[in-house]
């Protein structure tokens, strides 16, 4: 991974300084399958950008039972909880492929924010872009057939429904995997989904 790629090319920062400051300071973290690296209820103290791999965000109701919360797969993408850097975590932070992070303590991160423009700028953007996201898939989650979650998943989350547990995103979607399992095969009917790559079917 470098780090220089990250914060140039996904996050278009070219002052130097800054560039250098971060260099300095970003870690890169490698994580395996399977780990939870944020519980819920703990705070977290590190901030993590995903570089490569899929993390899943998930909250445990009073009965135990797991529900997913989010997906985060796209590079560049803040890999943490939706709350602020020194609140306690609503949600368990899971790790569903090998990963990698771009790292960074927090109160770094918070310093980095009140020191330089263009890290508060990029802080805002990715405050917004989350924000955005949030609000999507509620109005999805709230309004749409089961049908219209399914296509929806699969141009928001292109290709994660290879790559992910059937489980997880029923959960995610609010449906069984029943009914998932019934849109995925009515899909392979159909031919080609707009999840593939290249044509490949589901």
């Known amino acids: 991974m470098e780090l220089l790629e990250l914060f140039q090319g996904v996050y278009h920062i070219d002052n130097p300084a800054v560039l250098r400051r971060l260099r300095d300071t970003v870690q890169v973290c490698r994580l395996k399958k399977g780990e939870v690296y944020l519980h819920e209820g703990e705070r977290q103290s590190r901030v993590m950008l995903l570089w490569s791999g899929i993390v899943r965000g998930y909250y445990t109701d009073v009965n135990g039972s797991e529900?997913?919360?989010?997906?985060?797969?796209?590079?560049?993408?803040?890999?943490?909880?939706?709350?602020?850097?020194?609140?306690?975590?609503?949600?368990?932070?899971?790790?569903?492929?090998?990963?990698?992070?771009?790292?960074?303590?927090v109160d770094d991160a918070v310093n980095f924010i009140h020191e330089s423009p263009d890290i508060l700028h990029l802080y805002?953007?990715?405050?917004?872009?989350?924000?955005?996201?949030?609000?999507?898939?509620?109005?999805?989650?709230?309004?749409?057939?089961?049908?219209?979650k399914y296509d929806w998943f699969l141009q928001a989350y292109p290709g994660l429904i290879f790559d992910v547990n059937n489980r997880y995103i029923a959960s995610f979607l609010n449906m069984t995997p029943e009914t998932l399992s019934r849109l995925r095969a009515a899909d392979r009917k159909a031919g080609p989904t707009a999840g593939a790559p290249d044509g490949e079917k589901a």
């Open 67 to 105: 529900h997913t919360d989010c997906f985060c797969a796209r590079r560049g993408s803040p890999a943490m909880p939706p709350c602020g850097l020194y609140d306690p975590s609503p949600i368990n932070l899971m790790t569903l492929t090998d990963c990698e992070f771009a790292v960074l303590p």
């Open 124 to 148: 805002s953007n990715l405050l917004v872009a989350s924000m955005q996201l949030h609000n999507r898939i509620k109005n999805t989650l709230c309004n749409y057939s089961a049908k219209q």
